[in-house]
């Protein structure tokens, strides 16, 4: 199970910390990450991170805006996002793909970055 938590309403420039909490099984294998759709658009990638190695990768449209990051003790995925953009504005999902390619979502949570 994957609930996400910390959206919300923003100005432009301004932060947000998201941060998904993983449970009911073990992810150590698992590649998490972070996607979003804004109205009208395909859900697009964000971020993703290995949660064995810590390797990150992001999107274009983000990069040096936004960090991911994981604690194992936890059991979260957090997603810090500095100098918000308008077009930042979406609906946030955390996601966990298994080695064999299954995917797990989360119910998602809104962003708005008024300008």
């Known amino acids: 199970q994957l609930v996400e938590s910390g959206g919300g309403l923003v100005q432009a420039g301004g932060s947000l910390r998201l941060s998904c909490a993983a449970s009911?099984?073990?992810?150590?294998?698992?590649?998490m990450g972070w996607f979003r759709q804004a109205p009208g658009k395909e859900r697009e990638f964000v971020a993703g991170?290995?949660?064995?190695?810590?390797?990150?990768d992001y999107a274009d449209s983000v990069k040096g805006r936004f960090t991911i990051s994981r604690d194992s003790a936890k059991n979260t995925v957090d997603l810090q996002m500095n100098s918000l953009k308008p077009e930042d504005t979406a609906v946030y999902y955390c996601t966990a793909a298994s080695p064999s390619g299954y995917r797990y979502w989360g119910q998602g949570t809104q962003v708005t970055v008024s300008s």
């Open positions: 009911g099984r073990t992810f150590s294998n698992y590649r």
């Open positions: 991170i290995r949660w064995s190695s810590g390797s990150t």
